[in-house]
């Protein structure tokens, strides 16, 4: 995978655009998580203390991302309103083969949740895997605590599988875990068509959307 596209929708909130985390994004994506910190922290992933693992800077980030995604593993998105950076979406763990599947996470800025594009920008996300990359699955797990990221997996159909007890180090601690998924067979043509005509139908803003995950 040598080129990430930009994906567009128009809402009502405004231009919805997904496009490649650059290095250019650093001051941005900076100033954003840095008024978002207590909103995302408890819903991060860190790094467990004990490990030694360094944390990587954001050049190293990005860096460690345009390689991944040009080894056909990974695609960082980030989610820009009206050509703001409000937020990222990351396809990661893609594998190919007899599984055909990938995990996403995500997040948003706080002054501009709940105004649907959350849920949108994960339907975008979701058909160029199953639509594009012509993936079986996309996964997604969150903490069972996280009410506005499991609104948009109810929201988006993703079917609930089950359980990953201390899956993942979130805020200090390994955390639990619920574990979402939709097959390419589940799936409407377009889930983001689907979403919007639902909002079409209900006259009113698209399901709520909430931090990360």
């Given at each position: 995978?040598?080129?990430?596209?930009?994906?567009v929708?128009t809402?009502?909130?405004?231009?919805?655009e997904?496009r490649?985390?650059?290095?250019?994004?650093?001051?941005a994506?900076?100033?954003?998580?840095?008024?978002?910190?207590?909103?995302?922290?408890?819903?991060?992933?860190?790094?467990?203390?004990?490990?030694?693992?360094?944390i990587p800077?954001?050049?190293q980030?990005?860096?460690?991302?345009?390689?991944?995604?040009?080894?056909?593993?990974?695609?960082?998105?980030?989610?820009?309103?009206?050509?703001?950076?409000?937020?990222?979406?990351?396809?990661?763990?893609?594998?190919?083969?007899?599984?055909?599947?990938?995990?996403?996470?995500?997040?948003?800025?706080?002054r501009v949740?709940?105004?649907?594009?959350t849920?949108?920008a994960?339907?975008m996300?979701t058909?160029?895997?199953?639509?594009?990359?012509?993936?079986h699955?996309?996964?997604?797990?969150?903490r069972?605590?996280?009410r506005?990221?499991?609104?948009?997996?109810?929201?988006?159909?993703?079917?609930?599988?089950?359980?990953?007890?201390?899956?993942?180090?979130?805020?200090?601690?390994?955390?639990?875990?619920?574990?979402?998924?939709l097959?390419?067979?589940?799936a409407?043509?377009?889930?983001?068509?689907?979403?919007?005509?639902?909002?079409?139908?209900?006259?009113?803003?698209?399901p709520?959307?909430?931090?990360?995950?």
């Amino acid at each position: 995978m040598q080129h990430v596209p930009v994906l567009v929708r128009t809402t009502p909130a405004g231009l919805l655009e997904l496009r490649e985390l650059r290095r250019r994004d650093a001051r941005a994506w900076r100033e954003v998580r840095a008024r978002n910190v207590a909103w995302l922290s408890p819903w991060e992933a860190t790094v467990p203390p004990d490990s030694g693992e360094p944390i990587p800077s954001f050049a190293q980030m990005v860096t460690r991302f345009r390689a991944e995604a040009r080894a056909g593993r990974m695609i960082a998105w980030t989610m820009r309103l009206d050509d703001t950076l409000v937020g990222q979406v990351t396809v990661g763990g893609i594998t190919l083969g007899s599984l055909r599947a990938a995990s996403i996470g995500y997040w948003i800025d706080s002054r501009v949740a709940g105004r649907g594009l959350t849920p949108m920008a994960v339907a975008m996300a979701t058909d160029h895997c199953l639509r594009v990359l012509r993936l079986h699955r996309v996964e997604i797990v969150i903490r069972p605590e996280n009410r506005a990221s499991l609104r948009v997996v109810e929201k988006l159909g993703f079917r609930h599988e089950g359980s990953r007890p201390a899956y993942l180090h979130i805020d200090g601690a390994w955390r639990d875990h619920e574990v979402y998924a939709l097959n390419a067979e589940e799936a409407p043509p377009s889930l983001a068509d689907a979403l919007a005509a639902r909002h079409d139908a209900n006259r009113g803003g698209y399901p709520g959307s909430g931090g990360s995950n």
